[in-house]
């Protein structure tokens, strides 16, 4: 074999190896994409509600996701809302839609003009009466506590709906190492319990 083609064979090799790795640590490109299993149960917890999201059935708890909606004084009521991975773990992208908001302008993101540091749209439909909030791309502050406070304008809403509205949450999730192999998908909806105003 002559030094030309010893060459070619190398930078082939060299090549296909970096697109693997490429591949292989990109946060957008996974091998295997798996559903995690929603937990059938809400927690009660001390300061709000939680639920648990496992991966191989129910084996191993991955995330966890923590809300609450509580009365603050007045016609604004907030809303918390946190998703909280698992150590090694990564939340790649979230997507909340509260359905059933009549109307929905009722719900107000904090500090809306600054918005928070990561990348993310809002969207708003009188149709159906929904608001979407969607993070497609969370970096590096998805392997931490993810948390969003909002506000609810108990006034807006209209008093002939009911006192509840629904929040459809689809997020997917990576276990952090060097090959990005599986990443998983979950979807749930929780009900949320609208507060009356206080007189």
């Known amino acids: 074999m002559n030094r030309a083609v010893k060459l070619g064979v190398i930078a082939f090799v060299l090549v296909a190896i970096t697109v693997l790795l490429y591949t292989a640590t990109s946060d957008n490109i996974f091998f295997v994409e798996q559903k ?3 937990d059938n149960v809400v927690y009660d917890v001390e300061d709000g509600y939680e ?28 809303i918390i ?6 150590d090694n773990y990564k939340v790649v992208s979230l997507h909340l839609e509260f359905k059933m908001l009549q109307p929905p302008s009722a719900l107000i993101l904090e500090n809306p003009e600054g918005g928070p540091s990561i990348p993310f749209s809002y969207t708003r439909s009188d149709y159906d009466s929904s608001a979407v909030i969607d993070f497609p791309d969370l970096g590096s502050q998805g392997s931490e506590t993810i948390t969003l406070n909002l506000w609810l304008d108990l006034l807006e809403i209209d008093p002939v709906t009911p006192d509840k509205l629904i929040l459809d949450i689809t997020f997917s999730i990576h276990e952090e190492s060097i090959l990005k192999i599986v990443r998983y998908n979950a979807n749930a909806a ?9 007189q």
């Not at 639920?51 to 907030?78: C, M, R, S, W």
């Not at 809302?81 to 698992?86: A, G, N």
């Not at 929780?190 to 206080?198: A, F, G, M, R």
């Open 190 to 198: 929780i009900q949320l319990e609208v507060p009356s105003i206080e």
């Open 81 to 86: 809302f946190q998703i909280l991975p698992k």
């Open 36 to 38: 995690l299993t929603p």
């Open 51 to 78: 639920f648990h999201f496992y991966k191989d059935g129910t084996a191993v708890k991955v995330a966890t996701i923590f809300h609450n909606i509580e009365q603050g004084g007045g016609n604004l009521a907030p």
